[in-house]
């Protein structure tokens, strides 16, 4: 059998990974950065390679939830609307907030069918192990998303125990707003199962970032009215409460949130994805959307330090918020002993 040959165009290196002097490994990705008309302002790569948005879509999991009437008639504040749009760290501020959405519907944890894991909160975690307790689904950084699709699905009258299938009135409704905000039909986004068994959504770079930014922008493209407050209140939510976003601690989504002051919405996705939206100012006027993926899947060492300096280079942080930003900016390498033997370094130019 003759070996598979691959079509894929190869991602420019972003990051090094240096032992010493010597560059010992690197990491891969694609970067686009469009504005609110899905105008390419800024890229590196290929950026119509697809990819899954994985969490970073939860933004727009939760429009169809508010613009269906769903989240007024259960009075859901902005606290719980960002950990609907967040991959929360299991905190006991996170899970209060998804038992009291559950609550209201008439349903508990184990309605969730998002699994469960260990919190990302280190503490919590390490109380947990402590306890002798197991995780639970609240514990699940996505039970705020699923929280909302079973409250959007008791609203609609529709079946509970299906409502992660593709062909759910809730999860058809989630797929045409994400095709609409990505300025492309649904039937060409490209469907698979997520971590927690929600369907995933796959499209390319550019179509992501193009997503992002109308989201942030949606005031000044021709989307639906409804659509756009419904926008504006996810944002809003987001940039209010980016610790329910994200955590109190050790989070690169919140940490960013909160040093921008407002300026932009940012979202992680597993396997190396990360989506932000920069709101309309005298530097963007048209908005910007900002879709970011690494190849080899890495969601820390090379990540975060991407995400950093293409927001440096476009101009978006200035320096003191680089230094506020520091610890997700430049890594080093230590040994077992502590030793400082090398250091990983973005290397691409947008």
């Known amino acids: 059998m003759s070996p598979s040959v691959s079509n894929e165009p190869r991602a420019p290196v972003l990051v090094e990974v240096f032992r010493g ?36 879509a939860k933004p727009f999991q939760a429009i169809p939830f508010i613009t269906s009437g769903a989240a007024d008639q259960l009075r859901i504040a902005p606290t719980e609307l960002a950990v609907i749009a967040g991959s929360h760290s299991g905190e006991a501020i996170h899970t209060d907030i998804v038992k009291s959405i559950l609550a209201r519907i ?55 125990d299906n409502y992660l299938e593709p062909a759910h009135p809730v999860q058809r409704r989630i797929r045409e707003v994400l095709a609409t905000f990505a300025a492309m039909e649904p039937e060409m986004i490209g469907i698979a199962i997520d971590g927690c068994s929600a369907p995933v959504f796959a499209v390319s770079v550019a179509e992501m970032a193009c997503s992002y930014a ?38 690169l989504d919140t940490d ?20 932000l939206g920069i709101r309309p100012s005298a ?43 520091s610890s997700y900016r430049l890594s080093k390498i230590l040994n077992h002993r502590g030793l400082e033997v090398g250091v990983v370094r973005t290397c691409f130019q947008l």
Do not use: W
């Open 21 to 56: 002097p010597l560059v010992e490994s690197s990491h891969r990705g694609f970067i686009a950065a469009v504005d609110a008309d899905c105008q390419l302002v800024a890229s590196l790569g290929d950026v119509t390679v697809r990819s899954f948005f994985r969490s970073a």
């Open 106 to 160: 008439g349903l508990s944890e184990s309605d969730l069918k998002c699994g469960a894991h260990m919190p990302f909160d280190e503490a919590t975690a390490r109380d947990l192990r402590s306890s002798g307790n197991p995780p639970t689904p609240l514990h699940n950084n996505c039970s705020g998303k699923h929280a909302a699709m079973l409250a959007y699905a008791s609203y609609l009258g529709e079946r509970l």
């Open 214 to 251: 109308q989201l942030v922008g949606c005031e000044l493209t021709k989307l639906d009215r409804d659509l756009c407050a419904a926008a504006a209140r996810v944002t809003a939510a987001m940039i209010e409460y980016p610790e329910l976003v994200g955590g109190t601690k050790g989070r």
């Open 256 to 275: 960013l949130m909160r040093v921008a002051r407002g300026a932009l919405i940012s979202k992680v996705g597993a396997e190396g994805v990360q989506l």
């Open 283 to 325: 530097l963007y006027p048209r908005a910007l959307g900002i879709a970011i993926k690494i190849e080899d899947g890495d969601i820390r060492r090379a990540r975060d330090p991407v995400v950093i300096e293409t927001l440096r280079q476009l101009g978006l942080l200035d320096e003191e918020q680089l230094v506020e930003l």
